[in-house]
């Protein structure tokens, strides 16, 4: 077996035979991650939609002037508040001292389950809040 990875998407026989011939071949200390899939690329087009018809909609919250940046951090650390779910954030000194950085939860490494309940929640926000949102079905 080469250095390289092998992936393989767990939808049918074949590829679990896959999976499985993979590992019988890894040479000790090779490592098998079996994981739910991470949010689709539409999830995250749909997300950053949300986030770009809030800005829009809402530049300015708690008196602060807000991008599409923005709003997706607070949105994220805000949905995982309300699902006491994902990785929790934290508020950390910057390395200059002059102010904190938040950590928060990678919508990247988001799972699909996770990317939708993110996205109904930011839904939800939105018309709670007034927000017109674009149809980015």
Known sequence: ????????????????????????????????????????????????????????AKPVWNGINMDAEDWKALLIVSHAVATKDGSPYRMVPDLEGSGFVQLRESSAR?????????????????VSNGVQLQDSE
């Open 1 to 56: 077996m080469s250095e390289a990875s092998q992936t393989f998407k767990l939808v049918h026989a074949a590829a679990r035979n896959g999976a499985v011939e993979a590992i019988k071949r890894a040479p000790d200390g090779y490592v098998c991650v079996v994981r739910p899939p991470n949010r689709s690329l539409d999830q995250n087009a749909k997300a950053h939609a949300l986030f770009q018809d809030i800005a829009k």
């Open 110 to 126: 988001m799972t699909k389950d996770r990317a939708s309940s993110l996205i109904e929640y930011c839904q939800a926000w939105a």
